[in-house]
């Protein structure tokens, strides 16, 4: 059974930065693709970010391209998102993603497991 666990949100001001960090456990054999998803009141579920099973893909949309930086651990099982220049409407709950296979996407429907969610709130 796979298991996401984010860590890392919290409250910052504008221009600040935010580490993110996703536990993941339960992964069989075989490489998974991951992605950091955020969702803020009222809207839609947004992919932020994407990273291949190896690490060396990466994908972002426009809206945070330069700002934001996957990355992850393959020995400790463990994807991270660095935040920076953050701005308020960077504002919302923030989800890790995983699926076992290879490439990248931003799409919600190119995942089956997911966090729980950790809070981002970034005042100006």
């Known amino acids: 059974q796979v298991q996401l666990v984010e860590s890392g949100g919290g409250s910052v001001q504008a221009g600040g930065s935010l580490r993110l960090s996703c536990a993941a456990s339960?992964?069989?054999?075989?490489?998974?693709?991951m992605g950091w998803f955020r969702q803020a009141p009222g809207k839609e579920r947004e992919g932020v970010a994407a990273?291949?099973?190896?690490?060396?893909?990466?994908q972002y949309p426009d809206s945070v391209k330069g700002r934001f930086t996957i990355s992850r651990d393959n020995v400790k099982n463990t994807l991270y998102l660095q935040m920076n220049s953050l701005k308020p409407e960077d504002t919302a709950m923030y989800y890790c993603?995983?699926?076992?296979?290879?490439?990248?996407?931003?799409?919600?429907?190119?995942?089956?497991?997911w966090g729980q969610g950790t809070q981002v709130t970034v005042s100006s």
């Open positions: 993603a995983a699926r076992a296979g290879s490439g990248l996407s931003l799409r919600s429907s190119g995942y089956n497991y």
């Open positions: 339960g992964f069989s054999d075989g490489g998974y693709r």
């Open positions: 990273i291949s099973a190896s690490g060396v893909g990466t």
